[in-house]
């Protein structure tokens, strides 16, 4: 940054009502563009899962290979975290998300004229994954990060909220869109959805305060725009080194472990057929789960209120004891038709779905500083490690067993185990040193 640049932000801070100072700070449409393209890519994320009977009966592929794509798509949308945020360090927030979405737009678009099942496994699996995992969490950790110093904790909640009601609210929409064995529109409807987006990015977006000649939301000091980093992929991989040294970083990541099983793996997963096992239709389990998706937005959000005035530890001790008491009483909730005791676990599941990220990032933030985006994306990748596995063993215990109850039972002890993770980690005043 230029003095030039430097004395003409300074001035107009200095000014009470000069035109330069914008009534709302530049950050709340930054945060307003990374919101609607954190929901638009967790959106189309959900619709993998919705193509697998309608590309059988099409194609003939086995629902293992069709499955083998969303695995694809799962996997990388968490290993891709870390990676992106160094990129957003080295090429800027703009360039790596407008990117990402012109990856996510190919890929969907290029599946109406796929023969052969090693091209869902390109496009679904690969490009889709890989733009999805560009703007994953650790996107809104970076965007959070540089442009506020006040309100981080809520607006990591909102942004957090988009990512995960997203998936669910948007479901039941896909699903009517391919209802018939008709996928192609709804391929057609995500390419062009990211296409969309795309513009708004390149237009509204900004890598950084200073790019705008702004202090970041709260800041009470200019602070400049640091110069790019180089060796994006190096400096994933020497954060990881770095942060895996240290006891916070896998209590951390264990508790998130958790997290991703106690949801995406296993109630995303799983709650469904569940459900249908004890008379359930499946269209009404379907709108279950967008319930949770609708109280989600309330829960995240509310977290994140919280996160900036209370202690982040103790909140995540709460949520994950609050969560594994709820899956404990599920198998005595399920049953043929909707019923109030199971509306009042929707709701206080889904306050609590993923209420967690905020006071994760926050903790992040605390023990790894500059580095805490990439460090997130690190720990974002084992929510989606824990989401694979519990999705396989539940499926597995469900073959064995002939019911879900052990999965809700051996869940719900797996959250008591990340409450008493969340409060082993010490607090720190400084960030570890992490430099590279």
């Not at 968490?78 to 090429?91: H, I, K, N, W, Y």
């Not at 926050?362 to 580095?371: H, I, P, S, T």
């Not at 073959?399 to 082993?424: E, I, K, P, Q, R």
């Amino acid at each position: 940054m230029t003095q030039t640049a430097e004395a003409t932000a300074a001035t107009a801070d200095k000014s009470p009502t000069g035109p330069s100072r914008p009534r709302i700070h530049r950050a709340w449409f930054v945060a307003a563009v990374a919101f609607v393209t954190i929901l638009g890519a967790a959106a189309f994320r959900s619709l993998p899962g919705l193509l697998i009977d309608p590309l059988h009966e099409e194609f003939g592929w086995s629902r293992g290979t069709i499955g083998a794509a969303v695995s694809i798509n799962l996997a990388l949308y968490g290993l891709t975290a870390p990676f992106a945020a160094a990129l957003m360090d080295r090429f800027g927030i703009r360039r790596v998300v407008a990117f990402a979405l012109i990856l996510i737009a190919l890929g969907s678009g290029l599946t109406v004229w796929m023969t052969a099942a090693w091209q869902l496994l390109l496009c679904w699996g690969l490009l889709v994954g890989l733009g999805t995992g560009s703007m994953a969490l650790a996107f809104a950790a970076t965007v959070t990060n540089r442009w506020f110093t006040e309100r981080r904790g809520l607006v990591t909640g909102i942004l957090t909220a988009a990512s995960a009601s997203g998936q669910l609210i948007f479901l039941p929409l896909m699903a009517l869109m391919v209802d018939g064995g008709n996928w192609r529109p709804a391929a057609v409807t995500v390419s062009l959805a990211a296409l969309a987006v795309v513009p708004f990015v390149l237009l509204l977006l900004r890598d950084h305060p200073a790019d705008v000649a702004l202090k970041p939301y709260g800041a009470k000091e200019f602070v400049a725009k640091p110069a790019p980093v180089t060796g994006a992929a190096r400096r994933a991989v020497t954060v990881l080194l770095k942060a895996a040294r240290t006891g916070p970083f896998w209590l951390l990541a264990g508790t998130f472990a958790i997290c991703g099983a106690s949801t995406n793996g296993l109630v995303q997963t799983h709650f469904v057929p569940a459900a249908h096992d004890h008379g359930m239709p499946v269209p009404a389990a379907a709108s279950l789960l967008a319930v949770i998706g609708v109280f989600d937005v309330i829960g995240t959000i509310a977290s994140g209120w919280l996160t900036d005035r209370f202690e982040a530890r103790r909140l995540l001790a709460v949520y994950y004891a609050l969560r594994g008491v709820s899956l404990l009483f599920l198998p005595m909730l399920l049953a043929p038709s909707v019923h109030p005791p199971m509306l009042f676990f929707i709701v206080f599941y889904g306050l609590d779905w993923v209420a967690t990220v905020p006071p994760t990032v926050a903790l992040c933030r605390e023990q790894y500083g500059e580095d805490s985006a990439i460090v997130f994306g690190w720990v974002l990748a084992s929510h989606q490690v824990g989401a694979a596995l519990v999705a396989v063993l539940g499926g597995v215990a469900r073959d064995t067993f002939g019911s879900y109850d052990v999965v809700w039972y051996a869940s719900g002890a797996l959250c008591a185990a990340a409450a008493l993770m969340a409060l082993v980690i010490r607090r720190r005043t400084a960030p570890v040193a992490m430099a590279v």
